[in-house]
């Protein structure tokens, strides 16, 4: 039987519209340790048509993976994302928070200002508040919808350059470029 405190976590993540902490899950379900509960949750919804899963330490219920298909109403398209935009998303992802000077920097090239907004219209990129610098430039990092896409629990769980090489992902010019401005800390002048 299971008990009242984990029908309570049950019930508070069923009813909630987004993900939650277990800060947010205790601050409504109330005394009882919540990580309990969510493991044994997660273990009673394991291979069920539903699943409890965690994503950037943000707890949810969705739909199976193998199952998404049967609920799809309408037919998606899927939208590949420009090189620009990819680029940009990958910058932002591994320097966050990061300036439209910086991204620009890195890539070598301007970015047109509807480059981030395909990626905030996506939801995978937000406004990070300010530089305390000159002209306090807008900084830009990814969001947990982006964690979400991706399924990533952290930004920790991004590929490493040996990795990307590994994929094929990474010319040898490419790689060792990365490895001279990671090995020298930071940009020639």
């Known amino acids: ?11 508070t993540l069923f009813a909630s519209e987004e993900p939650l902490t277990p800060d947010d899950i205790a601050a409504h379900a109330g005394p ?30 969705q739909t199976a993976g193998d199952l998404a298909h049967l609920l799809r ?21 591994y320097h966050e928070p990061v300036s439209r000077a910086e991204i620009e920097a890195i890539r070598g090239v301007q970015t047109a200002k509807g480059t981030l907004d395909v990626l905030m219209e996506a939801g995978w990129v937000r406004p990070a508040g300010r530089r305390e610098a000159p002209g306090r430039p807008l900084l ?18 991004l590929p490493g350059i040996d990795d990307l090489r590994a994929a094929g992902l990474l010319d040898p010019v490419d790689v060792s470029l990365g490895q001279l401005q990671l090995e020298s800390g930071g940009e020639e002048g």
């Open 140 to 157: 830009y990092a990814t969001t947990q919808a982006f964690l979400g896409h991706f399924g990533l629990q952290s930004r920790r769980d």
């Open 32 to 61: 009882g340790d919540v990580r309990t509960a969510l493991a044994e949750l997660a273990e009673h919804y394991g291979g069920r048509g539903v699943e409890l899963v965690e994503r950037g330490g943000r707890w949810h219920f």
């Open 73 to 93: 109403r309408t037919r998606e398209e899927p939208r590949r994302l420009s090189r620009a935009a990819t680029e940009t998303l990958a910058i932002i992802a």
């Open 1 to 11: 039987m299971t008990a009242p405190f984990t029908r309570a976590v049950e019930a």
